[in-house]
């Protein structure tokens, strides 16, 4: 126990996120923290894209994923020469992702269940990132954790990803870096850890599978969104990035557009014309997984439809869940009515060429503007994506005061890193 005491430590230090307070509109948390920012440039930014390699094509129940290269598929995990850090680890044929089985991660007793596995050679990513399939039974909620040693503990990164407890069926994730510890070279990673860490007690049984490396771009970006339609968006935060060239991303309630304190339609279409989204965010009493799937499909085609019918079809193609909860369910119906992306409370970056999860985009709260700083930090040395979400900014009751914001934005100008938002991470312009 002293020895998975000390690694929780250790991921602490290096970026967990605190998941204590998913409550309001759109749910709240903490971004992570790590140990050092590289050093820091001020020439701006242009998108750059980079192209996809394509190897063996997983067969999945679901859609198949044949993104990148496949580093492990879990299929003779017995002779794969991976090591225990803790828990039962078992192959299991009833439950697989892609192929014909998964590996299945238990402990009973919690605290930690998880793999790890040694490359002689270097596992090289410095052009990529890692991506993995997980699906989590128990804990409820919790995070996916991930160390990459390269090439020592001196000098090593950590990624630790939140997942809703009710995204309870397989969901592919990236391994962005929430911590960064000494100077890892990418190119010479000797050893890579896959867990779950809980509190003492706390069982664990999460199943993983299908581990690739994915390309990844040139250039680190970040994503701001403002959920909600405050009429501070317009009046505050539109107006600090109309001066640094920048878009954003609102995330609109259609029901409240042009009511006493929120945008109003005539602002929208301003911020629209300055390359803004206006992203579908249909509210209701509780989290979208609390209704049926009738009533889930309604809301979204609802809302859709508002924003295309009210001149914004780019930002309707994208979805952001109110109080940062959707279940698997909902991911299938935002297919089914259309839209292209999915956004949520996930404590970590992303791919910055394309998430692997498209409906489960991960965000970070801006709340916290230290754990965005380092976040930005690790997303400009590794090239990828902060998607960092706001309520209203700069009032006496705002979620985020207006030192907070712009001392965010003051750290985004001395990056390198490209200011994009959803439909340019999808439409690549």
């Not at 394509?54 to 492990?72: C, F, I, M, N, W």
């Not at 979208?288 to 859709?304: I, T």
């Amino acid at each position: 126990m002293k020895q998975s005491s000390t690694r929780r430590k250790l991921l602490a230090t290096l970026g967990t996120t605190s998941v204590a307070a998913l409550t309001g509109c759109s749910g709240s948390g903490t971004t992570g923290n790590t140990e050092s920012s590289p050093t820091e440039t001020t020439t701006k930014r242009s998108s750059k894209n980079q192209t996809q390699t394509s190897t063996k094509t997983p067969q999945s129940r679901d859609a198949p994923y044949s993104r990148g290269e496949l580093v492990e598929d879990f299929e003779d995990f017995e002779n794969a020469r991976w090591g225990t850090i803790g828990g039962t680890i078992s192959s299991d044929g009833s439950n697989p992702y892609a192929g014909s089985q998964s590996l299945r991660l238990e402990n009973k007793n919690g605290d930690v269940a998880g793999i790890f596995k040694s490359f002689p050679d270097g596992l090289d990513l410095t052009k990529n990132d890692l991506s993995i399939a997980v699906k989590m039974e128990k804990p409820a909620r919790g995070k996916f954790s991930a160390e990459v040693i390269a090439p020592a503990r001196s000098d090593m990164l950590a990624s630790n990803r939140f997942l809703v407890k009710e995204l309870d069926g397989w969901v592919r994730i990236d391994l962005g870096y929430t911590g960064r510890q000494g100077d890892p070279i990418l190119k010479e990673v000797q050893e890579l850890r896959l867990m779950v860490l809980t509190p003492e007690g706390e069982p664990i049984k999460v199943w993983i599978d299908d581990l690739r490396v994915i390309p990844k771009p040139d250039r680190g970006a970040v994503m701001f969104h403002f959920d909600d339609n405050v009429a501070s968006q317009y009046d505050v935060a539109f107006k600090e990035l109309q001066e640094r060239k920048w878009p954003g991303a609102v995330s609109i309630i259609p029901d409240t557009v042009n009511s006493e304190g929120r945008l109003t339609t005539g602002q929208m279409r301003e911020m629209r014309d300055a390359g803004w989204d206006m992203m579908s965010h249909p509210h209701q009493p509780k989290p979208f997984p609390a209704y049926s799937p009738e009533k889930q499909r309604e809301e979204l085609k609802r809302a859709k439809r508002y924003l295309e019918l009210k001149g914004f079809p780019d930002g309707a193609r994208h979805f952001v869940a109110p109080y940062n909860r959707l279940s698997t369910e909902t991911v299938e119906i935002l297919k089914e009515v259309g839209y292209e992306t999915g956004f949520s409370f996930g404590a970590c970056p992303n791919n910055a060429l394309q998430p692997s999860g498209m409906y489960t985009i991960s965000r970070v709260q801006g709340t916290d503007p230290r754990g965005v700083r380092r976040l930005l930090n690790i997303a400009e040395a590794f090239n990828q994506l902060v998607v960092v979400y706001f309520h209203s900014i700069g009032q006496s009751d705002s979620d985020t005061s207006m030192n907070d914001f712009m001392n965010i934005l003051d750290h985004v100008e001395k990056k390198d890193i490209d200011v994009i938002t959803p439909s340019q991470l999808i439409d690549k312009k």
